[in-house]
């Protein structure tokens, strides 16, 4: 009974060749031409108005070593993950440059990065000494060296050293072991991605520089490089590609942007990209019991509700009523009910915990499954 | 780049005879004495409440074969799923009863279904003749009998005929397919699961068992049969249990119970057994940056949080702050402040969905890891 065997593979939604309506649902869908128009467009962005500054753009809105190749291909240096997992993964495929925008508290996921850096480039963030030892033992029983970053808060309030003072005190504990290689500052402002306004975000990212900055000058007052200034998302780094501070940028939801991203108003500055729904969900009317209501198969357990409903922008007539586990209940409010068996496209509302309920992206070129490709969402 | 080849396995996160400060986080717990408990109180109850009553638990909630085969042991005469892939998942196991609570509107799903009825007995819902088509030509091109039941809907306003004639009218048309047996009625009011006074889920309920009731005395009159009443969740099952006509249970979230449903308040008879949470998150504190504020690991891709925020019962002195991706920030609002590495135990809000997010179960036994059950998360 407590037989420990592994479940069984993941199940493919669809063949490569195959119509849409042949897809089994609810899959999630990856418009090729949206996103490789989505990464085209950042690229294009930075260079014409910040050349020289790096993108490493977060993998942990696609937890995909095919999207992130795509990047690279594109320009960019390497990638952000936020687990160990999605390093292992990244790592696997080839990325040879991997950030942990992340804190690490566990020994055994000490030695599962130390593990990796052997094979590429592993650099990880800490905001508190026990971390730093942890990796620098990790390090040291693998005869590694793994690069750190030292957290600041720069307005998030969630992790990050509370003051330059204290990023410059972690910083010499770093160096302090030879084992661990010093790069610099992870300075991201979470919350600021998401403040609606232009105004909001150039403020916040504005302070967030400010706070940086004052630690990079005491930590390099103290004789150590600091030659990594790291941050920025899709919502903000407009900002911190104008700050002539950040060296790099770490936007991640651009290649897919969710309803919520999209959100946004956009400010004077009208040169940013318009960046294109490029998942979506694909679901299946499983039941339409009444004129006014239809039931379709995308449920809580295939997308994620936190940033709130799914968009119907691609259905105008249909709205949301509600979500349970296997179900999203939509109302019929104009044109042609649709029908049992016919399938919808809904745009999630926050991309990353939806991509992390699946195991593949169903690539497509209109209307034909193009390519499978794997959901790195183990642990 | 278009590769194709499937994620690899699913780490395990930790082994039996490991304490439970060695599990690697975010990582689900099962604690096996809460979980029997739980399972021998509703047999229990539904023994001295309502002998001959069927219970036939909802595998939604746990997607584990291994605890599927708990609750038969203790009596249910089968199991109930959401999805085909949990159907398969169950049978795979040896499961002999399997109704799928859920509508089918694709070809492809159909025939995956009829491919188990050799195995065991499988009944699936219906409300519309497409999805009777689609079972009769799957059951027929399998050469196996489907069971069905026709949905109604009484009260919750997702799936499920809006009428006593339209169920009549169905049922009729099941009736016409020889590769199909009509069974019964689907009569499961989900709203009235999270009613939270006593009265509201009594007279929802009693409400429910009344549509039903004129909709199987019409399909009697038209000469069926009509065995199986079945419904009920953990929020109602008291009133479906004592209605004399529901002949079938589907709790299934009692087995973990989760913050949401421990919300609702209850009635005058106090017979009804008090389920523990035998569920919980084990989840790692990665960050401390000041003495106010700790962050931990268990985030958006670990949790669900559609019903609210995890309850931190288990740790009296911290408030939910917020919880993003890969992160949950808590408040220390008084006692100790958890220091990094120190593990904390939440309680989702909705087991369910949460469940859907991890590929293991931790079964412990007070501090010690005694096995690993796989979940059936596929598709």
Redesign the interface.
């Given at each position: 009974?407590?037989?420990?065997?592994?479940?069984?593979?993941?199940?493919r939604?669809a063949e490569?060749g195959m119509a849409l309506a042949?897809v089994?649902?609810?899959?999630l869908l990856v418009d090729r031409a949206a996103l490789d128009a989505n990464i085209a467009a950042l690229a294009s962005y930075l260079q014409s108005r910040a050349p020289g500054i790096r993108l490493r753009p977060h993998a942990?809105t696609h937890k995909s070593p095919?999207i992130a190749?795509?990047q690279l291909a594109a320009g960019a240096i390497g990638v952000c993950c936020?687990?160990v997992?999605e390093v292992e993964?990244m790592v696997?495929a080839g990325i040879p440059d991997v950030l942990l925008s992340?804190?690490?508290?566990?020994a055994?996921?000490a030695a599962r990065l130390a593990a990796l850096a052997g094979a590429a480039r592993i650099i990880v963030c800490v905001?508190?000494t026990?971390?730093v030892a942890l990796l620098a033992a990790a390090a040291r029983d693998a005869g590694v060296v793994l690069h750190v970053l030292v957290e600041i808060?720069v307005g998030g309030?969630?992790?990050?050293?509370?003051s330059a003072e204290a990023a410059r005190s972690l910083a010499l504990e770093v160096a302090r072991h030879k084992e661990l290689a010093f790069d610099g500052l992870q300075a991201y402002h979470?919350r600021a991605q998401h403040f609606r306004t232009y105004e909001e975000r150039r403020d916040a990212i504005a302070s967030a520089a400010s706070i940086a900055q004052q630690a990079a000058a005491l930590i390099r007052e103290s004789g150590l490089l600091c030659g990594t200034i790291t941050g920025a998302g899709t919502g903000s780094f407009e900002h911190e590609a104008a700050s002539h501070f950040y060296t790099e940028l770490q936007c991640g939801s651009y290649v897919f942007m969710d309803a919520d991203y999209a959100r946004n108003r956009r400010g004077p500055n009208n040169a940013l990209p318009e960046f294109a729904h490029a998942l979506s969900l694909l679901t299946?009317?499983?039941?339409?019991?009444?004129p006014e209501?239809v039931?379709c198969?995308a449920?809580?357990?295939a997308m994620?509700?936190?940033s709130g409903p799914p968009s119907l922008a691609r259905h105008p007539g249909l709205a949301h009523a509600?979500?349970?586990?296997?179900?999203s209940?939509l109302l019929v409010e104009s044109g042609a009910a649709p029908?049992?068996?016919d399938k919808l496209q809904l745009l999630p509302g926050?991309c990353?915990?939806t991509v992390?309920?699946?195991?593949w992206l169903v690539?497509h070129d209109g209307q034909i499954v193009?390519?499978?490709?794997?959901?790195?969402?183990?642990?």
């Open positions: 009974m407590q037989s420990g065997s592994p479940p069984t593979g993941p199940r939604p490569p042949e089994q649902t609810p899959a942990k095919d190749r795509l936020q687990t997992a993964a696997a992340n804190q690490i508290a566990e055994s996921k905001d508190d026990a971390q808060d309030h969630r992790c990050g050293v509370a979470g299946t009317v499983i039941s339409a019991p009444v209501r039931v198969d449920g809580l357990k994620s509700l936190d509600g979500t349970s586990d296997e179900h209940t029908m049992v068996g926050h990353d915990p992390a309920m699946h195991d690539v193009t390519a499978l490709w794997p959901v790195a969402r183990g642990r």
